[in-house]
């Protein structure tokens, strides 16, 4: 069996009045990620270590923020789409470990709901997902709540 290791990292801007999406669920705050897509920061940088555990490039490599039909698009949709493309090329998801930075909102109460949708939407067990958050204690960008960044773990098996 083959085993390979991914590395994913993403960050959103937020902005009042924007829409919160992370992995997968609209959370009500005050801020929300703007970008091109929904934002999702947790699901591009899952994205991200997916396709480089497959030697893949990266999301913006096969969904250009230049391409119009990408804009405001669902990041579960990209989410599905790379799991086709890993599985074209003989891979299965070993396990994810993603870790989220922001001060502000909690994430804790959301972390079920999260799992869930991810796993349903990858088609994998929730047990083989791992959700983290973190503050940076009032430190740097996501301190200071101008930001959310989320860091992700692949591991793929053919």
Not at 49 to 72: S, V
Not at 77 to 85: A, E, F, G, Q, W
Not at 132 to 145: C, I, N, P, S, Y
Request: net charge negative; charged share 30%; with cysteine.
């Amino acid at each position: 069996m083959k085993i390979r290791v991914g590395f994913g990292y993403d960050v959103h801007q937020l902005k009042e009045g924007a829409d919160f999406w992370l992995g997968g669920i609209k959370i009500e705050h005050d801020k929300g990620t703007i970008g091109h897509s929904d934002a999702d920061v947790l699901i591009h940088s899952i994205c991200d270590a997916l396709l480089g555990a497959a030697n893949m490039r990266d999301i913006g490599f096969h969904f250009p923020p230049t391409d119009g039909q990408y804009e405001g698009i669902d990041s579960k949709v990209l989410l599905r789409k790379v799991m086709s493309i890993i599985e074209t090329r003989g891979f299965a998801v070993g396990n994810i470990d993603a870790s989220i930075a922001l001060q502000e909102p909690k994430i804790s109460p959301y972390m079920d709901r999260i799992r869930k949708v991810l796993s349903e939407t990858m088609e994998i067990e929730e047990e083989d997902i791992s959700i983290k958050a973190t503050t940076t204690e009032r430190l740097g960008f996501e301190g200071r709540e101008e930001g959310v960044s989320a860091y992700t773990v692949a591991l793929l098996q053919k």
